[in-house]
């Protein structure tokens, strides 16, 4: 399975982003999918997560409420919509995919390469 993130930028706080993530793969109804983020010097932290169905999903406190996942299953693809950033948010956000449970740990089979998202204040 390969992982491609994209739709990372730079942006100034209180704005929105939404990451997309396109994965080439036959089964992707199968995978559990999860956007985790890394910023500089600090370990890599889960961030939210959906279900194969797009019924179930889980999201990181810090994030709760703020931010939005989503799955298009017949596109191969899942989202994750970034509104009231601040500059906390300021990390690269990876695109991971398991082929089940919604996990929080980084214990993913596939991992996209990142995309880098900045928040100006």
């Known amino acids: 399975v390969q992982l491609v993130e994209s739709g990372g930028g730079l942006v100034q706080a209180g704005e929105s982003l939404r990451l997309s993530c396109a994965a080439s793969?036959?089964?992707?109804?199968?995978?559990?999918m999860a956007w985790f983020r890394q910023a500089p010097g600090k370990a890599r932290e889960f961030i939210a997560v959906?279900?194969?169905?797009?019924?179930?999903?889980r999201y990181a406190d810090s994030v709760k409420g703020r931010f939005s996942i989503s799955r298009d299953n017949g596109k191969n693809m899942v989202y994750l919509q970034m509104n009231s950033l601040n500059a906390e948010d300021t990390a690269v956000y990876y695109c991971?995919?398991?082929?089940?449970?919604?996990?929080?740990?980084?214990?993913?089979?596939?991992w996209g390469q990142g995309t880098q998202v900045t928040i100006s204040s």
């Open positions: 991971a995919a398991r082929l089940s449970g919604l996990r929080t740990a980084d214990d993913y089979d596939y």
């Open positions: 793969t036959g089964a992707f109804t199968s995978y559990a």
């Open positions: 959906i279900g194969r169905t797009n019924a179930a999903t």
